[in-house]
């Protein structure tokens, strides 16, 4: 019984490359999450998806930030032309369903990718 | 942003109860008090949630005030591994987790 796999643990890149950061949610979740945490500092939101659609994306930059959730495969967030700033942690979680009922037993979170820029 | 206020730190003796506090004074009727940690950099790990009455489970009790604009995360016997970020939060069940600075509870020997 997995949980969140999130893949590869550790990224480097150079500055202006690609990042891609694999998240496959828990076996009957449909609702994945994504969020950074930047060294010292709290975990902060980015974006919300479920299969084949984005909900929310409030939290994601502008510019350069990418996810997608496809019918088939893991949850892919893509962060193109890295800078030294993007270097952060990334966890992505899962989650049955949006719409919780009582008795919903929150996110389950993984194990986090951790890109570093240089 | 967050809708609570925690204390940034506390200690607690392994063995011991650890207390962990939480103010929420503008919790909607609809919102349920939610508490996740962070060990040292790994994933947030659910701990526990409830809406009005307390709650407990194998890992932690969850008292919250007849108001509901507190709440008081409960270990009943810290250990060591229980060393990590606590994060209480307060949400609708179909809102995103909003997570704030947390409290860094450090369990001594």
């Known amino acids: 019984n997995a949980g969140v796999m999130q893949n590869p643990r550790h990224l480097v890149r150079r500055r202006g490359q690609e990042a891609r950061l694999r998240c496959s949610p828990m076996k009957g979740h449909s609702h994945v999450y994504w969020y950074r945490q930047l060294p010292e500092e709290g975990l902060k939101f980015m974006v919300y998806?479920?299969?084949?659609?984005?909900?929310?994306e409030s939290g994601m930059p502008k510019e350069r930030f990418s996810a997608e959730f496809p019918k088939e495969g893991p949850s892919i967030l893509r962060i193109q032309q890295v800078v030294r700033g993007d270097s952060a942690a990334y966890f992505c979680?899962?989650?049955?369903?949006?719409?919780?009922?009582?008795?919903?037993?929150?996110?389950?979170f993984g194990s986090g990718t951790r890109l570093t820029v240089v | 942003d967050a809708k609570t206020t925690q204390p940034t730190s506390m200690d607690c003796a392994e063995g011991r109860a650890a207390n962990l506090p939480c103010n929420h004074s503008?919790?909607?009727?609809?919102?349920?008090v939610y508490w996740y940690r962070q060990i040292h950099s790994q994933g947030p790990q659910y701990i526990i949630h409830g809406l009005k009455n307390n709650e407990t489970n194998e890992m932690a009790s969850l008292i919250i005030t007849e108001d509901r604009k507190s709440s008081t995360l409960i270990l009943p016997h810290a250990t060591l591994r229980d060393t990590a970020v606590y994060y209480c939060?307060?949400?609708?069940?179909?809102?995103?987790?909003?997570f704030g600075t947390g409290t860094r509870l450090q369990v001594f020997p």
């Open positions: 939060i307060v949400k609708e069940i179909t809102d995103k987790l909003i």
């Open positions: 979680a899962s989650s049955r369903s949006g719409q919780g009922r009582v008795g919903h037993y929150g996110y389950t």
């Open positions: 503008t919790i909607s009727g609809n919102e349920y």
């Open positions: 998806l479920q299969k084949e659609n984005i909900i929310d």
